[in-house]
């Protein structure tokens, strides 16, 4: 790779100066030579723009701030810009869960040829607890269905394989990530995958919040190009899967007012 980074960390961020900071921490906290850090910011007008500026002068991270089209328009803005072999993708607040994480990620690379290297991440909350089970990250027939993690935060892609596949769908919101990984999977790539959790992600973020509107593009991905009876099986499983998400959260929302919220939290973590 001569003197090209090995991994390009794109960070999106609009308006998030406490969640960008802590990913700004983390990210020079790794001490790993030949990563770049690339923070691609909307246009900030609260106190972002301060952290920015300590960004940039610190040399540590190159920072672009201006308006844009959404999450994936700044992602793939990322991607036009980076210089590694790797890319890696963390929103502001998302941060490695070790300060020797991407030594572990430049062990498994350097163990053979990898266009994708697929491990975990971890929900948690603004005090660190984590809010939900663990997802596998072997790829099966959930995936297809939605019912698996697809977060990009665990994910380590080639630059190549990402502007083959034309980078991120930027007509989503919410599971751009998901049809970007869809496409690859499509494509005949299969993700060397590994059940350690490299990440920390904030579990306040767009995905989360936005859940059904996520679930309906799901269908939109996976159908298009299909036939018909693909589009209907996929749209009956969207009803299905909106209406068990639902009523876990009506649940989870009882057992909050019996048991309190950190209780339900480290039940929901320990399933």
């Known amino acids: 790779m001569g003197s090209d980074p090995w991994l390009s960390i ?7 100066a406490v969640g960008l900071a ?11 030579p030949g990563v770049e850090h690339l923070v691609i910011d909307g246009a900030s007008t609260d106190e972002t723009v301060q952290v ?19 999450i994936y328009n700044a992602m793939n803005k990322g991607l036009a810009l980076s210089q590694g072999a790797y890319v890696q993708y963390l929103n502001a607040g998302d941060v490695f869960c070790s300060s020797q994480e991407l030594s572990w990620v430049a062990q498994r690379l350097s163990e053979g040829p990898c266009e994708w290297l697929r491990t975990q991440v971890r929900f948690v909350d603004e005090a660190g607890h984590q809010t939900r089970p ?15 993690t697809t977060l990009h935060q665990g994910a380590f892609m080639t630059r190549d ?4 596949l034309g980078g991120f769908d930027e007509s989503f919101r919410v599971i751009g990530d998901y049809d970007l990984m869809r496409r690859a999977v499509e494509a005949g790539v299969t993700p060397r995958c590994i059940d350690r959790v490299t990440v920390d992600v904030d579990a306040s973020g767009v995905s989360t919040q936005m859940w059904r509107h996520g679930f309906r593009e799901m269908h939109r991905s996976r159908s ?36 309190g919220e950190q209780a339900v939290k480290r039940l929901r973590s320990q399933a």
Request: aromatic share 6%; charged share 25%.
């Open 224 to 259: 298009a190009g299909h036939a018909a009876a693909v589009r209907w099986v996929s749209a009956a499983e969207v009803s299905s899967h909106i209406g068990i998400v639902a009523g876990k959260r009506a649940l989870r929302s009882v057992a909050e007012r019996v048991l």
């Open 22 to 32: 802590a990913t700004l921490r983390s990210v020079s906290e790794q001490r790993t």
């Open 52 to 70: 920015l500026h300590r960004a940039r002068e610190r040399g540590e991270s190159r920072v672009v701030s201006e308006p844009d089209t959404g």
């Open 134 to 148: 663990l997802g596998a990250t072997r790829i099966d027939r959930h995936f297809w269905w939605g019912w698996q």
């Open 10 to 16: 794109v960070t999106i961020v609009r308006n998030d």
């Open 161 to 164: 394989l990402l502007a083959g």
